[in-house]
């Protein structure tokens, strides 16, 4: 009805005019009509997403599962995104369309970028990983998926976590971008030292979510459609950000822990209870012309923290430069309330201006150093440290980042440590990261963001205390054939020591370290480390692996069990090794015991008869009337280790036929599980 309106209107064009006029409004509505039909066409559901990871001696291993179906008449294209850590690496990645299995065959990075550029303009489907944002990377996939039909991608890949600051970090970004039925995130923790706290939360967690989230050492998180919604009734999702577990594990006394599958070993370094090392420490802060405004507001008011952060025992100097070097003095102060007062009043009048001129600055930084060691102002014991931070290129003085490593270098001389810190985009990241490398220091990037004043101060809080200098960790040259390095500048407080390496002797009881490293009243000790299995299911269980490839668990410092490693003859045609679990004090469980083991702990009524003749001569037949039921059962011999844990004792016994049926209560399928930490 409006458009006769429209054409009264303009009657007074000509009828060329009309004509196109006409047109132009019959295109509007074409373009309004179908507009509206794709708009009412269903669009791609998203119907199931599953994050399971499991940990294991710091491994994690982590399983995205996402479910989708095209709702549309035709075709469409569906994209699949994740985003990982940029430490992980990806294992596996598998499509499922129609029940149809596709494969991914994952490549090295420089290799998958150009076969993903081949693959994508011949029309076939490919993924590929891209940096996004700090600490993630974005893995991505398209596919055409016919109408009515449904799609399940399943990306996995695994982690090495790092100890910092006191504790592991597991990061999971989740952005389903829609409301998901069947939404879950599962996350198993196994450490054999025990776990000593966990945390989980959610930077899109709500106060009506967040006691959906369980805390130990499983942690689940699986919202209902109503509990994703934004408001009532309205289609946004909640489930917009990171899902975050952090975690540590208790810490032995010793000098750490040594776990041990398949002939190699991992030996975890974080002794506890080492006081902090004093330290000496150089502030070099770019001022130049680029700096100025919110980088600098924000490195002041980092600074300003870190200042009150310095223990007395520490001593500092703050070297602020541009094309010019201007410290604050001509020494290293100690950190005193009167000192640290008078540091923080002049931070806090510091202005950008100038050029960059990183060379001088830092040479000026190691020159103060040595020259208050020469003249004994200050401690002997202190370590040295040097602190850059800086947004720019070299553009004063010496400016090839080539050469100014090497008069870093050579002025450094392992003497001291460097670290770095490029702020922004516009810093030469790379020259910053070769250089603090060179100088037993490492190098980060601050991102220009409303918390990059946190970020300063988190990069400081994970240097700032030092426990140990020159770390050498030493293993028998006659138990173990090679490690990797197992010589590091410094272990800081909140951090851990990794080392990896094959055993000459696979049947090794224990294990001789000695660790050599410069620190508090710690130079020189050895410990001889009682190896424990990275596979073990919970933390309330003390773990002794003996020479004969048995394993005894205890729980609880009481009951008892052995686990025994059964081999079995080479080119037998069916049978294959398999692990024994024996129990040696079952009188100390309650009569509520149960499951496969637990139904036989009280005993059981039963009668043998009808001897007869069996396969082999010395194993012979019988009848075992048991439970109501006549079974075909075996002679033979088994081990007692009730006695003699490590050899045991020959006992004759009677094997029942067909996995036990008749004997064990239902099935012997449902005592079997898909994976050693599975429970369904």
């Not at 009828?15 to 074409?30: D, G």
């Not at 942690?219 to 509990?227: A, G, K, V």
């Not at 822990?257 to 370094?269: E, S, T």
Request: charged fraction near 20%.
């Amino acid at each position: 009805m409006e458009i006769p309106a429209l054409l009264c209107f303009y009657s007074d064009l000509n009828s060329t005019s009309f004509f196109n006029f006409f047109y132009f409004l019959f295109i509007i509505y074409l373009c309004i009509y179908f507009f509206l039909q794709k708009r009412s066409i269903p669009n791609v559901e998203v119907y199931s997403v599953t994050v399971d990871c499991t940990v294991a001696s710091r491994f994690a291993h982590t399983v995205l599962t996402s479910s989708a179906i095209n709702k549309a008449n035709t075709s469409q294209e569906i994209f699949f995104e994740v985003e990982m850590p940029k430490t992980a690496f990806i294992t596996n990645f598998s499509m499922l369309i129609e029940g149809q299995a596709y494969v991914g065959e994952v490549k090295e990075k420089e290799k998958a970028k150009k076969q993903y550029e081949k693959a994508v303009s011949s029309g076939q489907t490919a993924g590929l990983v891209k940096v996004s944002g700090r600490k993630m990377e974005k893995f991505s996939v398209s596919v055409n998926i016919a109408a009515n039909s449904n799609v399940t991608f399943v990306l996995t890949y695994q982690e090495l976590l790092q100890r910092k600051l006191g504790q592991y970090e597991i990061l999971t970004r989740v952005k389903p971008k829609q409301l998901v039925q069947n939404f879950q995130i599962e996350v198993d923790i196994y450490e054999p030292q025990g776990i000593a706290f966990v945390d989980a939360y959610g930077t899109f967690l709500s106060n009506e979510l967040l006691p959906l989230v369980e805390k130990t050492a499983h942690i689940s998180f699986s919202p209902t459609l109503e509990q994703q919604r934004k408001c009532p009734g309205c289609d946004g999702t909640l489930i917009d950000g990171d899902f975050i577990v952090k975690y540590d594990v208790n810490r032995a006394k010793t000098l750490g822990d040594i776990q041990i599958v398949n002939g190699y070993f991992v030996h975890f370094f974080a002794p506890p209870d080492l006081p902090r090392v004093p330290k000496n420490v150089v502030f070099v802060i770019d001022r130049s012309g680029s700096m100025a405004g919110t980088k600098m507001d924000q490195t002041q008011e980092a600074l300003l923290e870190i200042l009150k952060d310095l223990h007395m025992e520490d001593y500092f100097a703050l070297i602020p430069f541009d094309h010019e070097i201007t410290p604050w003095k001509n020494s290293l102060m100690k950190a005193t309330e009167e000192n640290v007062a008078e540091a923080m009043k002049y931070v806090s009048g510091l202005f950008a201006r100038g050029g960059t001129n990183i060379n001088d600055a830092v040479l000026r930084a190691v020159n103060m150093l040595i020259n208050d060691r020469k003249n004994n102002n200050v401690p002997d014991r202190n370590l040295d440290m040097i602190i850059l931070l800086t947004d720019g290129l070299p553009e004063a003085g010496e400016t090839r980042p080539p050469k100014i490593q090497e008069n870093v270098r050579g002025a450094i001389d392992g003497n001291m440590s460097l670290f770095c810190l490029g702020f922004g985009n516009n810093v030469d990241y790379t020259f910053l990261d070769v250089m603090a490398r060179q100088n037993k220091g490492v190098a980060r990037r601050i991102y220009e963001a409303s918390d990059a004043t946190l970020q300063l101060q988190g990069f400081y809080e994970e240097v700032s205390s030092p426990l140990l200098s020159e770390v050498d960790l030493r293993y028998p040259d006659n138990a173990v054939e090679f490690v990797t390095t197992n010589h590091f500048r410094q272990l800081f407080n909140g951090s851990e020591i990794v080392v990896a390496g094959r055993l000459s002797d696979n049947d090794i009881n224990n294990f001789l370290v000695e660790v050599f490293a410069n620190g508090s009243d710690y130079l020189a000790a050895t410990c001889l480390l009682s190896p424990l299995p990275s596979f073990s299911p919970s933390s309330s269980m003390d773990l002794l692996l003996t020479k004969d490839r048995s394993l005894t668990v205890t729980l609880r410092d009481s009951v008892k069990f052995v686990i025994l490693l059964h081999k079995v003859w080479e080119k037998h045609p069916y049978h294959q090794n398999y692990l024994g679990f024996y129990t040696l004090d079952s009188h100390l469980l309650s009569p509520s015991v149960h499951g496969l083991l637990g139904q036989f702990y009280h005993g059981i009524e039963f009668e043998v008869a009808d001897l007869r003749p069996g396969e082999v001569e010395e194993k012979p037949d019988a009848t075992m009337y048991i439970k109501g039921q006549a079974l075909n059962v075996t002679r033979g011999w088994q081990k007692d280790y009730r006695w003699d844990v490590k050899n045991g004792e020959n006992v004759p016994c009677w094997f029942v036929h067909s996995n036990g049926t008749g004997l064990i209560d239902g099935d012997a399928s449902d005592y079997v599980v898909s994976g050693l930490f599975k429970t369904v």
